[in-house]
T-cell receptor
């Protein structure tokens, strides 16, 4: 029973365009959401987060949107750069535990 | 400053053997987490420690898995009688304290292969 789902295993985007990564969840008790970025042979690194009381959080080129009624969040990267190519995980939490999605591999082509 | 470190980086073991994986969290971080990532899967929560409180072991997949954290710092994840399905990357993370507004910092992981 996957509580956090990333239905797109991969995404390819042209440099300079927008990348949109999506994530759906089932547990309405989740109160915080995070995005992590992972390069091969490295641990995930924190990218951006959002509390369930907000619907948008922006940090430079990265914006996370939360739609609680749809139990959906998305990460927008504008403009996309080749260095953004990595696997992106969304994570949701309740209490001390984070539940991660399966990840989406983003490829940004020059 | 030093990040989260894990050792070994790679471990190949025969089915039925015991293995120990080590995690050194960032100094001063009171919370420590273990996850694993199997091929093609997301990160699966295993266990977390917060200060001197009893650990949350709810993610451990079987009683062959155990973990301890000595002196509130270094942690060891032990897998007894390893099975092929235990093959995965085991990731450790730490944070300033328990709670989701405090981002978790991950180590590079230990890739475990059970033959």
């Amino acid at each position: 029973d996957q509580q956090v789902k990333q239905n797109s295993p991969s995404l390819s985007v042209q440099e300079g365009r927008i990348s949109i990564l999506n994530c759906d969840y089932t547990n309405s008790m989740f109160d915080y959401f995070l995005w992590y970025k992972k390069y091969p042979a490295e641990g995930p690194t924190f990218l951006i987060s959002i509390s369930s009381i907000k619907d948008k959080n922006e940090d430079g080129r990265f914006t996370v949107f939360l739609n609680k009624s749809a139990k959906h969040l998305s990460l927008h990267i504008v403009p996309s750069q080749p260095g953004d190519s990595a696997v992106y995980f969304c994570a949701a939490g309740e209490g001390g535990k984070l539940i991660f999605g399966q990840g989406t591999e983003l490829s940004v082509k020059p | 400053g030093a990040g989260v470190s894990q050792s070994p980086s790679n471990k190949v073991t025969e089915k039925g053997k015991d293995v120990e994986l080590r995690c050194d969290p960032i100094s001063g971080h009171t919370a420590l987490y273990w996850y694993r990532q199997s091929l093609g899967q997301g990160l699966e929560f295993l266990i977390y420690f917060q200060g001197n409180s009893a650990p949350d072991k709810s993610g451990l997949p079987s009683d062959r898995f155990s973990a301890e954290r000595t002196g509130g710092s270094v942690s060891t994840l032990t897998i007894q009688r390893t099975q092929q399905e235990d093959s995965a990357v085991y990731l450790c993370a730490s944070s300033w304290r328990w709670g989701l507004t405090y981002e978790q910092y991950f180590g590079p992981g230990t890739r475990l292969t059970v033959t």
